[in-house]
């Protein structure tokens, strides 16, 4: 929550018994701000469709929030600045808060590329939960101090979610980087990935795979890549890769098995990464909810 900042004029320092009550308070009061942000997670959560945990999320939401500010005029550097000052007053045994943001505050903010058509959408997921926070405010000042609240308050909320917030930054930080051409995808297709939220899974017989499970409805599907001759997740300038679509039968019980591929794609380059996966998603996106997909 976005405080006034303001120096201390020579105070006194206040007394240990002072601290300890400014201490419960802004414990208490951390914990109302993170229960806010929950509600923007799961507001953000419920606009993409998806139905798992809503913390595996985190990175991709801080991610859209950025495309969302790109829309919005807000300078990114500018506003994450201004939360972290007002995560720190809220979270360290001191009165006020006294630094000066390095950044300046945007007036008008270029957006970036958008290679694969996009990023609109994520803002507008994003602007799920922007809207929700929005909604809470009563007064233009806090209107104007919103975007900082949110991303204030998420911190509160990873605190409590078990979520590292540099880790998650970071992530979100690479995965916008890729999504507006600002950092290189077919050198490093394996940062891609990870951004992505894929992850490197055993296939079997010492066989690798880059696996990301996407739960919808009652079904999930899982989307997996390999290189090479289809049996590692190393990646080669020489070598082909395979992109394969599958259903995951009993999803989440002892039973679950991958089916036979609903698809199968033969990429070039991983150059062409961005395209499949998002055709795959796009793919998943008009199967059916309410039961798993009947193949003949």
């Known amino acids: 929550?976005?405080?006034?900042?303001q120096g201390d004029g020579g105070a006194l320092p206040p007394s240990s018994a002072y601290q300890n009550a400014i201490s419960q308070i802004r414990s208490g009061l951390n914990d109302e701000h993170a229960i806010d942000a929950a509600g923007a997670v799961n507001a953000y959560r419920d606009a993409i469709g998806a139905v798992a945990d809503p913390s595996r999320f985190f990175s991709d939401l801080l991610c859209n929030l950025r495309h969302w500010a790109d829309r919005n005029d807000k300078s990114w550097s500018y506003e994450l600045f201004e939360a972290m000052e007002d995560y720190r007053f809220e979270t360290e045994d001191k009165l006020y808060s006294v630094s000066d943001n390095p950044h300046e505050r945007a007036s008008r903010v270029e957006i970036p590329a958008d290679p694969d058509q996009l990023n609109e959408g994520r803002a507008k997921a994003a602007d799920v939960a922007m809207q929700l926070v929005l909604s809470r405010c009563h007064y233009v000042d806090q209107r104007d101090v919103a975007f900082q609240d949110l991303l204030c308050n998420l911190r509160h909320w990873g605190d409590q979610n078990g979520k590292i917030w540099d880790h998650e930054l970071a992530q979100a930080t690479e995965a916008y980087g890729i999504q507006t051409q600002s950092l290189g995808m077919s050198a490093q297709p394996e940062h891609y990935l990870h951004a992505r939220g894929f992850e490197i899974i055993e296939t079997g017989g010492g066989c690798t795979a880059w696996s990301r499970v996407v739960p919808h409805g009652?079904?999930?599907?899982?989307?997996l890549i390999t290189?090479?001759?289809?049996?590692?997740?190393?990646?080669?300038?020489?070598?082909?890769?395979?992109l394969g679509l599958y259903e995951l039968e009993h999803f989440g019980t002892d039973d679950q098995e991958r089916s036979e591929a609903t698809s199968l794609s033969s990429l070039e380059s991983a150059a062409d990464l961005p395209g499949c996966i998002n055709s795959c998603l796009l793919e998943i996106a008009d199967m059916p909810t309410d039961k798993p997909r009947q193949r003949m």
Do not use: L, P, Q, R
Request: aromatic share 8%; charged share 35%.
């Open 227 to 242: 290189a090479g001759d289809d049996s590692t997740a190393d990646f080669d300038e020489k070598s082909g890769i395979t």
């Open 1 to 5: 929550m976005a405080n006034s900042k």
């Open 218 to 223: 009652e079904s999930a599907w899982e989307i």
